[in-house]
């Protein structure tokens, strides 16, 4: 079992950053892939960006490339998202995803990002 937090949502006007957060806890945790999603209101949950804990290989939707950056810091059980250039349509509720080495997955309760134009 693992337990992610995630901190460091928060108001920000448009052209601004962000940092978020999510940190891992439980007992012996294996982490294989931790990821981040977004939901915006009365929109579906989608993936912002993962990244393999072992390797730091990282992967990004499409509309995130060139603003935001996963990277991760294994000796702290976390990751981060660096947002740049964060526009309106960014607004939503940022949740930390971790898959276990077992392939159990878990998720965090989520940070909420505002965007301000």
């Known amino acids: 079992q693992v337990q992610l937090v995630e901190s460091g949502g928060g108001l920000v006007q448009a052209g601004g950053s962000l940092r978020l957060s999510c940190v891992a806890s439980g007992d012996s945790i294996c982490i294989s892939t931790m990821s981040w999603h977004r939901q915006a209101p009365g929109k579906e949950r989608e993936s912002v960006a993962t990244i393999t804990m072992r390797y730091g290989n990282t992967n990004y939707a499409d509309s995130m490339k060139g603003r935001f950056t996963i990277s991760r810091d294994n000796a702290k059980n976390t990751v981060y998202l660096q947002m740049n250039s964060l526009k309106p349509e960014d607004t939503a509720v940022y949740y930390c995803?971790?898959?276990?080495?077992?392939?159990?997955?878990?998720w965090g309760q989520g940070t909420q990002v505002t965007v301000s134009s």
């Open positions: 995803n971790g898959i276990l080495c077992n392939g159990v997955r878990s």
